[in-house]
């Protein structure tokens, strides 16, 4: 046997340990891990309860915001909205762990880096600041996340 098909071989040996351990979850004592993103339906409300492995969370690099409230009205942090084509306005909140739920909200003003509520999530409601637009995209399927 000639060298070039010697190498041939080992090449193709190795292509098939490899292919057979992506196939059992392993290459080389890496595990997969769980899907990035576990998004369960809500029939009744229509919206979807988006649950993220701790390494989505991580590479999104997701922060939070809270719903407070002042003398000036309730608000969140500006960078918690998200509008959709039809020009209603949301927000992720984000009520356990790495779980988080599109709420409608309806913004009286705007201040600064403040957006103030007349309709919203209770005072206290942790809402996404950071990887809302890649919440929004899994969730409604722009960009193909669906």
């Given at each position: 046997?000639?060298?070039?098909?010697?190498?041939?071989?080992?090449?193709?040996?190795?292509?098939?340990?490899?292919?057979?351990?992506?196939?059992?979850?392993?290459?080389?004592?890496?595990?997969?891990?769980?899907?990035?993103?576990?998004?369960?339906?809500?029939?009744?409300?229509?919206?979807?309860?988006?649950?993220?492995?701790?390494?989505?969370?991580?590479?999104?690099g997701i922060a939070t915001g809270t719903v407070s409230a002042s003398g000036a009205g309730t608000?969140?942090?500006?960078?918690?909205?998200?509008?959709?084509?039809?020009?209603?306005?949301?927000?992720?909140?984000?009520?356990?762990?790495?779980?988080?739920?599109?709420?409608?909200?309806?913004?009286?003003?705007?201040?600064?880096?403040?957006?103030?509520?007349?309709?919203?999530?209770?005072?206290?409601?942790?809402?996404?600041?950071?990887g809302t637009a890649e919440l929004w995209g899994v969730d409604t399927g722009v960009g193909g996340?669906?």
């Open positions: 046997m000639g060298r070039s098909n010697r190498r041939s071989l080992i090449v193709l040996g190795l292509a098939a340990f490899l292919l057979t351990a992506c196939s059992q979850g392993e290459v080389a004592g890496i595990v997969s891990e769980d899907p990035p993103v576990r998004v369960e339906k809500n029939e009744a409300s229509g919206l979807s309860r988006l649950t993220l492995s701790a390494k989505a969370a991580e590479r999104l608000a969140i942090p500006y960078a918690a909205l998200v509008y959709d084509k039809a020009g209603k306005t949301w927000v992720y909140t984000n009520p356990q762990g790495l779980d988080f739920v599109r709420h409608e909200i309806e913004v009286e003003r705007i201040e600064g880096d403040l957006a103030f509520l007349s309709a919203g999530p209770p005072v206290g409601t942790a809402v996404v600041t950071v996340g669906h």
